[in-house]
């Protein structure tokens, strides 16, 4: 295609064997054949297939190894539950990914267009989809271009900022390309077609779409988590195994206490939780008006540093509005922007028009009453309006246009009307000149309207806003260097202004050390944005983009957190992690702070985890090379998993603070801190046996004794670790406090009457409920400092 829009007419005419008047029915058949329907083909996945995907992963492994053991050991309870947690986790992540919509479907219906088509020596109407290289067609004001094609005759104005970028129309004159999914503005022309389907500019973007994908950041977090415990298990069942045979204990008692320090150390129901935290953080944005579309995304805000801003439609309106206009000898503003109103047609719905149209209303210019006698639209050769209307008996004569064609009309010499144009081209603005007259009498300069697509109202504020969370913003747009240092200036986002066409010149590493650096981009085109959002992944960022069009969509998707704005088309919604419902970008900051806060608990879950994890397997090891015996049951454990995992999994509602910077998961940051409380707890572990030692308890009431230290401490490190600083220092949520209370009161509960443990007098169970409580006070001492030296 790229070969098509450099060459000549002639050249391309012969080289597609047409011409002017266009192909056969028998030709364009034969050529349908071997080019295949002008359409974007999707790839569709089976949805059986894709559920079971959802059992081929890390976690899903260990799940399904310790299934098999539960099996081979005819522990059939412990199997089913774990088979339980696999099939639930499983269902919840494929019904989250069911409800995002087919991006590449979407793309493929917004090509179904008819096209006006020269066939046989004669104009017909057919489905574009039907279209082949070589084929003439006709486009006009309001036609979507059905395929790439070049003009052979005519001048039209086309937005393609969907495509492209670029927020104003752009002229497309004789040999120049009309991108497929662009709109006609203004003109008609006909062309030939020299690229259809997935060979267009827009079918290059759907392939970007299909091939983006944001690398799963939770997936990995949780791997390593499992990864480190796994790494203590297997140890510590080695010991096991290692003592067992020295001292002589059956290796039938050991495999089976063996297979539940395995149960225990593998987070089973952390994917669920983190499903649930998320879900629940979707549901809070979706009353702030966040659409969250791919769930992990709600966590990614969370660590998002980089924030890739789409200029057209996003920053600005992606509407044409007039600057401050410029008067000439004789007028004053009022009068630039009223005559510049009689040469303007509101039923044309030309995008000057309506600018100039807007200006006067907003500015409630007043004007006098006139009758309109003549009106000649726009016309690509003469790139002017000109009215004749009637005030008070006497005909005036008003153009409005280019301002080199109304200099030469109005015979305008004056070096400092060049030296002004010049000034407001170098700060991006689009410039018309309008001009008066008597009717067959001179014209006289009235002045020069500035055009350009201006920043929303709340620009400026949210990237103040986004700045003070700690994200970088970094503005992308397909306008020239001009335009986008304008702009930039007026929201604030900095002052590097790079064109990457440049960029694209360096090696890979200086290409993503320059991107890294760079606050806008200019001159992009869609797989320059994409080219973006990887640079900046490669270099370790969590990337977020906003956009709202077509070219928008691959980055969109291949971002972290890509960004669909109110306006956006149906390509960029589907592409999108989050869809605003609302104008304006206020909304991201919204959904940063509600992605903190799924981060804060998200950490409070996990941290906990690992240590109630660490405490398990640490302690019901260790205590049987000291007493010589299982200081609990194999069932207790997986009692302890519903009781506590389960219960806990209410973290996910808690009442919590967004910090000030964007967060990252550190697995050893997080192993370090749970360590030192790990020992902690584990010290606390002991000391309850000693007690229940001391007071000489039968074994298996130990059973339920250290049972019940296990559910009481494991509740009670929830509220140590949700808080960075005291424990005491702000209020759980209703939901949190009141399972944390019910599980307690129903462990006293089944304790003492003896369902599903053996049963253990009332006071013993106070007891054991009261050490937790002292040695969680104590504890929550000790994680202030050890919080704050690991930087959690």
Not at 619 to 638: A, G, K, N
Request: hydrophobic content about 45%.
């Amino acid at each position: 295609m790229s070969d098509y829009e450099k060459e000549s007419i002639e050249e391309v005419l012969r080289e597609l064997d047409t011409s002017p008047e266009g192909l056969s029915e028998e030709e364009a058949k034969k050529r349908l054949e071997k080019y295949g329907f002008n359409e974007v083909k999707e790839k569709k996945v089976n949805p059986v297939v894709k559920f079971l995907k959802k059992f081929w992963a890390p976690v899903p492994w260990m799940l399904e190894v310790t299934i098999v053991l539960t099996y081979v050991l005819g522990k059939y309870l412990d199997m089913y539950i774990i088979a339980f947690l696999l099939v639930f986790n499983s269902v919840v992540s494929f019904v989250q990914e069911h409800r995002a919509e087919n991006a590449v479907e979407l793309l493929r219906q917004k090509l179904s267009v008819q096209a006006k088509v020269l066939r046989n020596g004669k104009w017909k109407l057919i489905p574009a989809k039907f279209l082949v290289p070589g084929d003439v067609v006709h486009i006009r004001l309001g036609d979507i271009v059905p395929a790439d094609v070049k003009i052979l005759e005519g001048e039209v104005s086309v937005d393609q900022s969907a495509l492209t970028g670029e927020s104003l129309p752009v002229a497309k004159d004789k040999g120049d390309v009309a991108y497929s999914g662009s709109i006609v503005r203004r003109g008609e022309a006909n062309g030939v077609v020299i690229a259809t389907g997935a060979k267009t500019y827009f079918g290059k973007t759907t392939e970007l779409v299909e091939k983006a994908r944001a690398e799963s950041h939770l997936e990995k977090l949780i791997l390593n988590i499992v990864k480190y415990l796994i790494a203590i298990d297997v140890a510590l069942v080695l010991a096991l195994t290692a003592y067992s045979l020295i001292s002589g204990v059956s290796l039938s008692d050991v495999l089976p206490f063996s297979l539940i320090v395995l149960i225990a150390s593998v987070p089973v129901a952390l994917p669920a939780t983190f499903t649930i935290a998320m879900a629940l953080g979707a549901l809070e944005m979706s009353k702030k008006g966040i659409l969250v579309t791919r769930l992990t995304a709600s966590e990614d805000a969370a660590s998002m540093d980089v924030l890739n801003l789409d200029k057209t439609g996003t920053i600005t309106e992606n509407r044409l509005r007039v600057g401050d206009p410029v008067p000439w000898e004789g007028f004053d503003k009022d009068d630039v922007v009223k005559y510049a109103y009689m040469a303007s047609d509101e039923a044309s719905q030309d995008p000057i028009d309506n600018a100039v149209i807007s200006c006067l209303r907003e500015n409630n210019v007043k004007v006098e009453s006139y009758e309109r006698v003549d009106f000649k639209p726009f016309d690509p050769s003469t790139k002017r309006t000109e009215a004749v209307v009637e005030i008070e008996g006497k005909k005036i004569r008003v153009t409005k246009g280019a301002p080199q064609v109304i200099a030469q009309l109005a015979n305008v010499k004056d070096e400092r009307y060049f030296k002004v144009l010049e000034d407001l081209a170098s700060r991006g603005f689009r410039t018309i000149s309008v001009a008066v007259g008597e009717e067959g009498g001179e014209l006289k300069l009235v002045g020069i309207l500035p055009l350009y697509d201006r920043p929303r109202k709340d620009s400026k504020q949210f990237i103040e806003e986004i700045k003070g969370l700690g994200v970088k913003p970094k503005m992308i747009t397909g306008d020239n260097k001009l335009i986008a240092r304008e702009i930039a200036k007026e929201v604030g986002i900095g002052e590097s202004i790079c064109d990457i066409r440049e960029i694209k010149t360096l090696r890979e590493e200086e290409q993503v050390k320059k991107i890294e650096e760079c606050d806008v981009f200019a001159e992009v085109y869609p797989e320059d944005k994409y080219l973006i959002v990887k640079s900046l992944q490669k270099a370790g960022h969590i990337v977020g983009m906003t956009g709202d069009g077509v070219n928008d969509a691959p980055a969109l998707k291949q971002a972290e957190v890509g960004i669909a704005v109110y306006n956006a088309t149906d390509v960029a919604k589907a592409s999108a992690s989050m869809v605003l419902t609302h104008e304006g970008l206020t909304d991201i900051v919204e959904a940063i702070k509600s992605g903190r806060k799924i981060y804060q608990r998200m950490l409070t879950y996990t941290l906990n985890k690992i240590i109630k994890t660490l405490q398990v397997v640490l302690f019901l090891t260790l205590s049987f090379f000291v007493v010589r015996f299982f200081v609990t049951t194999p069932f207790d454990v997986i009692l302890l998993l519903f009781l506590n995992d389960f219960v806990t999994m209410s973290i996910a509602t808690d009442n919590v603070r967004y910090s000030k910077y964007p967060e990252r998961w550190d697995v050893r940051k997080l192993i370090s801190a749970s360590l030192i409380l790990a020992f902690l707890v584990v010290i606390e572990s002991f000391f309850t046996l000693w007690v229940a030692l001391v007071q000489g308890i039968h074994v298996d009431e130990i059973h339920t004794f250290v049972f019940d230290l296990l559910v009481f401490s494991g509740q009670l490190t929830v509220y140590v670790v949700r808080e960075r600083r005291s424990m005491w220092s702000s209020k759980p949520s209703n939901f949190l406090m009141l399972s944390s209370i019910a599980d307690i009161i129903f462990t006293v509960l089944i304790s003492w009457l003896g369902i599903l443990v053996t049963p253990l007098p009332l006071l013993y169970v106070l007891e054991v409920l009261g050490i937790s409580f002292a040695f969680a006070a104590g504890i929550d001492l000790v994680k202030n400092v050890s919080f704050r030296t690991v930087g959690i």
